[in-house]
Structure formats: structure tokens, C-alpha cells
């Protein structure tokens, strides 16, 4: 296996940060993998001919004289920057998007001149906190800090790079504002803003939120109908995400004008094969060319095989032949990228065979009506002790390692890997499964790192029984993390103390009932609770085993002691719990509820005055009829809640998702909805009127409606207009 590796090594230059081109000029941010010219015993010592092909890589502004194929393409991406701002580049994977813009359009623009160029990929991991977040705001700062700060030096410019990521993501700073500056730097410059593989906004970014925002950003301080814009914006995305994009009404406006880049023609594929070739006096075996035609097929997604089999043709040829024997031996284009796999596993002993199957699951991220793409990964979750294989697999020319802001990452050298290589295939489809399960305790575990290791975040009952019979199941293939690791075992300390603390509770009931002192105990048990409830800081986290005990449960929520006024019930976990609904007309006030998860909770018909819902979790709850009055509700998610008839009054409501189709009848008074502008699922039942709106704060095209409904009978039985609407806010 160690010669194997040595006769990879240094196959890939490395990145470079800043990659330079023409005379003088760079494309910052952009770490470009180059392989070196390969070789074998057929070719002579003297013959020093670099290999014009360029295997699973995309072409890159330095390989601009070997990439053919596209001319047509890159012309018309070249006018369209003359003439837009904001240019969508959607192809199939493996359609060589990133070629045509790297190898094709950079070239042209740094010739003509006046251009500045970076670079960036929106699921770059921002590591905070021992936590590793994609973060689209930390990517797009890290391209711009370069241009917006020039003189600053590495270690700046990553302190520059956060800080200019909060900034643009509070909107403290417009992105505007960075261009603006940068156009100071760079007088009489236009700056090329090349965001690759942008489909990583879907795959990797999970928050629908933090997706709307970053697109908004984009759409609002780039796209224009102008001509003469000082930057252009270049996307290059994966079509079959072009309905994740299309499902957001902003974006999908954008890409009514994008560049599709479809299928080469048979002319086209042949200059692909013969004209790299032919500017080394390299010549094709006749008929050859004919047959490496016939069996691309008609596949945009096939190029990547096209490539990679040229790429071993060329170190298999006789002198300046490439010779019909070597396309046999390398297994033709369908089979040449197979067996150069299957050749590197069969050198791996099985212990190392099982540790490469558990690196590449680690690198695929399973497809939701989509294919299965590749994932970046960060050294920390591989592991450092496996990291010394994650380099033989990158001299292998398998996965591609990067140093992407002082972070080591690895991802699988191409998709086309993980659609054609059988092994790889087999691996996903037996673990599949397990793959999702791993996942998705991963994410939850994240988010417990997140919120400080809150113990409101900890699995309990049917979840924390998967994740340890997941645990102690034999899932060699997928390797849990440590981090997972330690939040199952908290989750089941929390447990093993819970089930305690219950057992305690019933054996003072019992003492109690057998002294027929039941009424006194109950009363005394309730006050006691309620106490800890009113006077606790939001800080005693261990008040979850409680509230959520069957006993507790009963005294707290029955109809007799429900209300709950007053009481410190934030940051706690308290999902499918609270159920008020045989207490209509309940009225509730100072009630904190602030980082509680609320999932399943049932409130119809209570109101709720100065009550604290910020960052609460309503996924799923029942609030037919419930009034919030004064009460923040920052943050919160009403994901599928049940809000018809709901009244919101004297409420500034901001970040709020209403991902939810029950919002008939609701009602807002007096309100600042200005935050909602954006959420196009509330605006549209806004202008329809099935949202009653009066006295409230509105803006863009719905400023006309804040009075509309004042005067509407379900809203005039709760205020006294006008005079109600002259309170302030």
C-alpha cells in the first residue's frame, strides 16, 4: 500500500489562496487543485508533455488553452455580463458549470481588462464555538474581506471575515455598502462575484430561514436590470435543485433569466477528446476517437467519465499515441474511473477498506428527491487519528483535501464518483438507513452543543431509545461522533435522575394518601412547585424532569390548577405536555416561555397578556382562538401550528416563521408587522383579506391595508376603534 501511495504523491499541488492569472491579476478566495503531469514507463524521461486533460477536476483559468467544447456557451456568458448583474448557470452535474466559468469566461474578462475576481462556495463551515456550522454569510464575507479590506493581513482579514458576516447578516451592514467600498479600492474595476456550486445552500444549509435571508441579501443589494453595475454575480447550481430555488418566489424571479447548460453535440465532444491532444502533437490510433464517441452517450453527466478516462489514456500511451490496446486496459469510458477505484481498494488491508467505507458515507449527503451529492467535511469530525488516510485517499485521486480558513476539509473528488463507482454505490444503499438515523441524532446533538448543553435539548422517551439501540447496534459502517456520544449518555443520566425523582414523588404520595392527608398534600405539593416555578431564573434546567412527571403533570395541568400566570417556565423541553383545551377563556399573564420547546402543546382560547414567547417552539400546536396581547414572540416557530382565528395585538413580531397553512381568520392589532414583509406565505393571505389587519404597522405594497379591517365585526368585538388604536404600541 505505501508504494501504491508514493506513486500518487504530490499528484495534487495543493490550494493556493489568491490564484493568480494574466499579468498581476487574482481570483481571491479560490483554492484550485491542479494535478501535476503523470507518466509511465512507455514515455520517455525527456518527454515533459503535461497532461492537457483534466480527470475528475474542473478546468481552471490556468488550463484555458486545453478546455474546448464550450465556446458557444462562454460567449454567451461573457455578453450576458455586459448586459446583467445576476447570472444563473444551471446544468447537470458533471455538465462542467465550474469549467465553463473558471476556464472560459475568467480568461476572456482578465484579458479585456478592468475586472477584479473572487471566489466562493456557500457551504464553507464557519467553526464557532467547537461547533462547525455551514454558514453562507461567513462564505460570502471571506470573498469579499480580500477586496474590502486590501491591506489588512491574513490574520485580519479572518478576524474581518466574521465580523463582516454578523454584519451583513443583522443587516447592520449592507452589502451595498462592501461593494461600494470596493469600488473605491478598485476605481474603474468591475468585480466578477463567482458563486460555485450553489446548490450547497440547499444540501448543507438546512435552516429555511437562514437560506430566505442570505438569497434576500443577494437578490436585494445585486440584482439589477442595469447594465453598468460595478459587480456581477456568476452562480453556478446543479439543475435538479431548481425546484428547491423555484419554491421561493424572490429567487425564482431571478432565475426566470438564467444560462442552462445542456448536452454537448457530437462535434463538440470530439474537439473535447482530440484538440487537447492535438496542441501536444498527440495523436488518436485510427477509429479510436469514433469509439470513445460511441460510448460517452448522450449523458451531460457523463463528461466527468469522458475526462477521467483521457486523463488515464494519456499516462497509458505509447510515446505520442494514444492506442486502442490502453483504452481496453484502462476499461473504457464507463468502466475507467470504476476500476481505478476498485484498484485502490484492493490495495487496503480490510481494516483499512472499513475505514475508507466509513470516510466516504461521512462524505455523501443523502439526496430528499434529489440525487446524492458530495459533502464537505471538516477534519475534527473525520477524526485527526484518520486523517493521515484522508491524505492517501487524496493522493489517490479519490477525495480532495482542502485548508479553507485555517480548517482542514475533505470532500469526494467529484459527484461522478458517487453515481458510477458500484462499491461506493453498494456502501450508501446497505447504509442508507443508518446514514439518515446517524444524521439527524448528529443534528440534534449539535443543537444541544449549541444551546450550551441546556439539558431542555436532551433526548427523552421513544428518541432516546432509538439513539441508544442505534449506539449499541453494530453500525461499524457509520461512525457516531464523540460529540454524539456524550449526548446520549447525558440524555440518559437525565433520565436514570428523572425516573428517581418520580420515584420519590410517589412514595411521599403514598405517605400522604395513607395519613388521609391527600387534600393537604396535593395543595402543599402544587404551592411548592408553583413557588420553584415563580422564582426560578430560567437557570434550573433540571425543573424538565419535574413539570413533565406524570404526577406533577397532573397537578399542574389539571383543569382545576391550570393557570400558570407568572411562572418561569423557559428553556425547558415541555413537547406534547401542556394542554389547556379544557379550559377555554383561560387568561394568562407573565408567563415566560422564552427557549421552550411548546411542540404539541394545546392553547385554544386562552389569552396570554406580557407573556415571554421568544425562540419558542409551537411546532405543531394546537392556538385556535388564542390571544397573544404585549407578549414578544421573537424567533418563534409556528411550523404546521393550528393558528385560525388566532388574535395577535400590541405585538412587534420579528424573525417569526409562520411555515403553516392554518392562518385563516387570524387577526393583528395595533401591531408592528413591518419584519413580515418578506414572508410571502403571510403577505399573500394579508392581500387576499383572509388576514385581518387593523391599526398596524405595514410596509411596501401592503401600507394600504393597515385600517382595513378595523371596522370588520370579528374585529370590533375585541377593540374600540378608533380609539383603541391611538394606544401606543
Known amino acids: ?66 478546455f474546448f467544447g464550450r465556446d458557444d456557451s462562454i460567449k454567451k456568458l461573457y455578453q450576458a455580463t455586459q448586459t446583467r448583474n445576476f447570472i444563473p448557470v444551471l446544468g447537470a452535474s458533471g455538465s462542467g458549470k465550474s469549467s465553463v466559468v473558471f476556464a472560459g469566461l475568467v480568461p476572456k474578462l482578465e484579458a479585456e481588462g478592468s475586472w477584479q475576481f473572487t471566489y466562493f462556495r456557500p457551504g464553507v463551515i464557519r467553526k464557532d464555538n467547537k461547533q462547525e456550522i455551514p454558514d453562507p454569510f461567513y462564505a460570502l464575507a471571506t470573498a469579499l474581506v480580500p477586496l474590502y479590506v486590501p491591506d489588512a493581513d491574513e490574520t485580519e482579514q479572518l478576524k474581518q471575515g466574521r465580523r463582516l458576516a454578523e454584519s451583513l447578516r443583522s443587516r447592520e451592514i449592507l452589502l451595498s455598502d462592501v461593494i461600494t467600498r470596493i ?25 429555511p430561514k437562514v437560506r430566505h435571508q442570505f438569497l434576500d441579501i443577494l437578490i436585494d443589494n445585486i440584482y439589477t436590470p442595469s447594465a453598468d453595475s460595478p459587480l456581477v454575480l456568476v452562480l453556478t447550481m446543479r439543475a435538479d435543485f431548481l425546484g ?78 494514444i492506442t486502442h490496446l490502453a483504452y481496453q486496459d484502462i476499461g473504457k469510458v464507463q468502466g475507467a474511473l470504476t476500476r481505478h477505484a476498485d484498484r485502490i481498494l484492493s490495495k487496503l488491508t480490510p481494516e483499512e477498506t472499513k475505514a475508507a467505507q466509513r470516510i466516504f458515507l461521512k462524505l455523501v449527503n443523502l439526496g430528499e428527491g434529489t440525487g446524492d451529492t458530495r459533502r464537505q467535511v471538516t477534519q475534527a469530525e473525520i477524526g485527526v487519528s484518520n ?12 477525495v480532495v483535501t482542502s485548508d479553507t480558513n485555517n480548517q482542514e476539509t475533505v470532500e469526494v473528488i467529484h459527484e461522478a464518483l458517487i453515481r458510477n463507482w458500484s462499491q461506493l ?52 459502517e457509520v461512525e457516531l461522533s464523540e460529540l454524539v456520544k456524550d449526548f446520549i449518555k447525558a440524555s440518559q443520566w437525565k ?44 437557570t434550573n434546567h433540571w425543573l424538565t424532569d419535574w413539570v413533565k412527571s406524570p404526577l406533577l403533570r397532573y397537578f399542574l395541568w389539571s383543569q382545576e390548577h391550570q393557570n400558570i400566570s407568572n411562572m418561569k417556565l423557559c428553556k425547558l423541553n415541555l413537547s406534547g405536555v401542556i394542554d389547556l383545551s379544557n379550559n377555554p377563556g383561560l387568561y394568562l399573564e407573565n408567563v415566560d416561555f422564552s427557549n421552550t420547546n411548546l411542540k404539541d402543546s394545546k392553547f385554544p382560547e386562552i389569552h396570554f397578556s406580557d407573556s415571554n414567547f421568544t425562540n419558542a417552539e409551537f411546532e405543531d400546536a394546537n392556538l385556535q382562538n388564542t390571544h397573544f396581547m404585549s407578549s414578544p414572540l421573537d ?43 418578506n414572508d410571502e406565505n403571510i403577505t399573500k393571505k394579508i392581500s387576499s383579506g383572509s388576514i385581518k389587519i387593523c391599526c398596524s404597522k405595514l410596509s411596501g405594497n401592503l401600507m394600504k391595508y393597515s385600517h382595513r379591517d378595523c371596522k370588520d365585526p370579528k374585529v370590533s368585538q375585541l377593540i374600540d376603534y378608533p380609539a383603541y388604536c391611538k394606544t401606543p404600541r
Open 244 to 321: 428547491n430555488a423555484l419554491s421561493y418566489a424572490s429567487f425564482a424571479q431571478v432565475l426566470n433569466d438564467d444560462m442552462k447548460l445542456g448536452a454537448m453535440n457530437h462535434t463538440e465532444l470530439r474537439d473535447v477528446i482530440e484538440k487537447p491532444a492535438q496542441k501536444l502533437g498527440v495523436t488518436f490510433e485510427l477509429g479510436l476517437v469514433e469509439t470513445i464517441l460511441d460510448d460517452v452517450e448522450d449523458e451531460p453527466g457523463n463528461l466527468p467519465l469522458l475526462e477521467f478516462a483521457l486523463t488515464e489514456l494519456w499516462k497509458g500511451r505509447k510515446g505520442k499515441k
Open 1 to 66: 500500500m505505501a508504494d501504491e501511495m508514493a506513486q500518487y504523491h504530490s499528484q495534487v499541488d495543493g490550494e493556493i489562496k489568491g490564484l493568480s492569472i494574466g499579468t498581476g491579476n487574482v481570483i481571491y478566495n479560490y483554492f484550485y487543485s491542479h494535478p501535476s503531469p503523470t507518466t509511465n514507463e512507455d514515455v520517455t524521461e525527456t518527454d515533459t508533455l503535461p497532461c492537457p486533460y483534466r480527470g475528475l477536476f474542473h478546468f481552471g483559468p490556468k488550463d484555458a488553452e486545453y
Open 425 to 476: 454505490r453498494e456502501w450508501i444503499d446497505e447504509s442508507r438507513e443508518a446514514m439518515r438515523t446517524a444524521r439527524k441524532i448528529e443534528a440534534e446533538a449539535k443543537e444541544w452543543e449549541t444551546q450550551g448543553r441546556n439539558k431542555g435539548y436532551l433526548l427523552q422517551d421513544r428518541r432516546l431509545r432509538d439513539a441508544k439501540e442505534f449506539m449499541q447496534f453494530d453500525h461499524t
Open 635 to 677: 424567533k418563534a416557530n409556528f411550523k404546521n401550528a393550528d393558528l385560525k382565528n388566532a388574535v395577535f395585538s400590541n405585538v412587534t413580531p420579528k424573525q417569526i416563521s409562520f411555515n403553516t397553512n392554518k392562518l385563516e381568520g387570524i387577526i393583528f392589532i395595533n401591531s408592528d408587522l413591518s419584519d413580515l414583509a
Open 183 to 207: 469600488q473605491r479600492h478598485y476605481p474603474g474595476d468591475r468585480l466578477l462575484l463567482i458563486a460555485d456550486q450553489f446548490e450547497e445552500l440547499y444540501t448543507l444549509c438546512t435552516d
Open 495 to 538: 433520565q436514570r435522575r428523572s425516573g428517581f425523582m418520580e420515584i420519590m414523588l410517589v412514595f411521599v404520595a403514598l405517605v400522604f394518601l395513607l395519613g388521609s392527608l391527600r387534600v393537604a398534600f396535593d395543595w402543599s405539593a402544587i404551592m411548592l412547585v408553583k413557588h420553584i416555578l415563580i422564582q426560578d431564573t430560567c
Open 387 to 398: 486523517w493521515h488516510f484522508v491524505k492517501q485517499l487524496a493522493d489517490n485521486r479519490l
